[in-house]
């Protein structure tokens, strides 16, 4: 392995592990000082909630034992756990393969985007793992605009990190499509390539 291909592999492996602490940072956080644990379990009980922006925005300790917007809720937990710990670890493997293999290929932004995928979906996968469920407490409401409007759910920094993280590979692949917009030492199509 070359000094560059290692460099590359520190970084990425770098970034991730620095997305990954913070989403877990935050949730230590939110448990210390929005919960409190509920005896002999690894459950806590959400205590307080903290304005930060009156109706728009809060801090509300939840625990979600599902996916994303409750998906597999109703699975039974012998069904559901192992699911939601397999897939997002094949996921992992599958995001840090496709940046090594494309390291040379693809633009700066597209690997920060995978090193934001990666660093969320590691994030929760290690509640999934540690404490059955994902800790969440990041809570906007556009209820400031229109009272009708329902909150959106509850989510953690690694949710956002998701979020941030797809969106970036989505203009990543926008760009890639477009032919009028060259990508300077980005990913170019085979045919593209001289």
């Not at 203009?171 to 030492?185: L, Q, T, Y």
């Amino acid at each position: 392995m070359s000094i560059r291909s290692r460099g590359f592999l520190l970084l990425f492996v770098g970034a991730v592990l620095v997305f990954s602490a913070c989403d877990q940072g935050t949730k230590r956080l939110a448990q210390d000082h929005l919960s409190e644990p509920i005896d002999g379990s690894v459950h806590h009980r959400r205590t307080v909630d903290v304005d930060i922006i009156d109706g728009a925005f809060a801090l509300s300790y939840a625990e979600n034992p599902a996916a994303a917007f409750s998906f597999l809720r109703s699975a039974p937990a012998a069904i559901r756990r192992p699911v939601l710990i397999v897939v997002p670890s094949a996921f992992l493997v599958l995001v840090v393969v496709l940046a090594w293999r494309r390291r040379r290929e693809l633009p700066l932004y597209t690997h920060a985007a995978l090193a934001l995928v990666a660093g969320g979906a590691l994030g929760n996968l290690i509640d999934r793992v540690r404490l059955g469920y994902v800790v969440d407490f990041l809570k906007v409401h556009a209820g400031f605009i229109n009272e009708a409007w329902p909150p959106f759910p509850i989510f953690n920094v690694a949710d956002a990190c998701v979020v941030i993280g797809g969106a970036l590979m989505l203009v990543s692949i926008a760009r890639h499509h477009d032919p009028e917009k060259p990508d300077e030492g980005g990913f170019q199509p085979a045919s593209a390539r001289s």
